[in-house]
T-cell receptor, first 114, second 109 residues
Framework: DTGVSQNPRHKITKRGQNVTFRCDPISEHNRLYWYRQTLGQGPEFLTY????????KSRLLSDRFSAERPKGSFSTLEIQRTEQGDSAMYLC????????????FGSGTRLTVV | KNEVEQSPQNLTAQEGEFITINCSYS?????LHWLQQHPGGGIVSLFMLSSGKKKHGRLIATINIQEKHSSLHITASHPRDSAVYIC???????????FGEGTQLTVNP
């Protein structure tokens, strides 16, 4: 297992376009998190999945954002009608919920909306 | 809601110096994470600790549960240690993390 993988690493898009990011967690980890990080700030929670179930969404996640984890493995985060304020680093992390050990982050997807 | 505060926000050191970064949190926790983030964004987990002290190479992390405080120390600092160091706490084991704002460390040769 090579850890948590995120694609793409970088995405530049025009305002109003839709974008989709993918996260492949560590296969044994049943919990998957999405965070957003803006410049100079610590990451902020967006949403998480326990297996395929999306159990919590932050109020930061407007209705333009949607996330899925259809088979309890990889997850996608889609942003519709992107705005300049969506420009940020989007981080994915996975963990085994029982122990909390092995909390592992991906390298992130840096989104720039122009 | 747990509040996590780090100090200092920025730290510049000369190579070889002993570095200390502090983290305070407001709510009792199950464990605390220290993370390292290099330019480019990827986050690496350095430590997860729930009591006492852990050491890995030149890095040492300590936590005082009663005082709700943790420190990350770097001995014999090196320019390659330059990065953002972030502390983070989960509410329960495996739950989402609340992050501090990070400490930007720059080690000059």
């Amino acid at each position: 297992d090579t850890g948590v993988s995120q694609n793409p690493r970088h995405k530049i898009t025009k305002r109003g376009q839709n974008v989709t990011f993918r996260c492949d967690p560590i296969s044994e980890h049943n919990r998957l998190y999405w965070y957003r990080q803006t410049l100079g700030q610590g990451p902020e929670f967006l949403t998480y999945f326990q297996n395929e179930a999306q159990l919590e969404k932050s109020r930061l996640l407007s209705d333009r954002f949607s996330a899925e984890r259809p088979k309890g493995s990889f997850s996608t985060l889609e942003i519709q009608r992107t705005e300049q304020g969506d420009s940020a680093m989007y981080l994915c992390a996975s963990v085994e919920s029982g122990t909390g050990y092995g909390y592992t982050f991906g390298s992130g997807t840096r989104l720039t909306v122009v | 809601k747990n509040e996590v505060e780090q100090s200092p926000q920025n730290l510049t050191a000369q190579e070889g110096e002993f570095i200390t970064i502090n983290c305070s949190y407001s709510v009792g926790i199950s464990a605390l994470h220290w993370l390292q983030q290099h330019p480019g964004g990827g986050i690496v987990s350095l430590f997860m600790l729930s009591s006492g002290k852990k050491k890995h190479g030149r890095l040492i992390a300590t936590i005082n549960i009663q005082e709700k405080h943790s420190s990350l120390h770097i001995t014999a600092s090196h320019p390659r240690d330059s990065a953002v160091y972030i502390c983070a706490t989960p509410e329960t084991s495996g739950s989402r993390l609340t992050f501090g704002e990070g400490t930007q460390l720059t080690v000059n040769p």
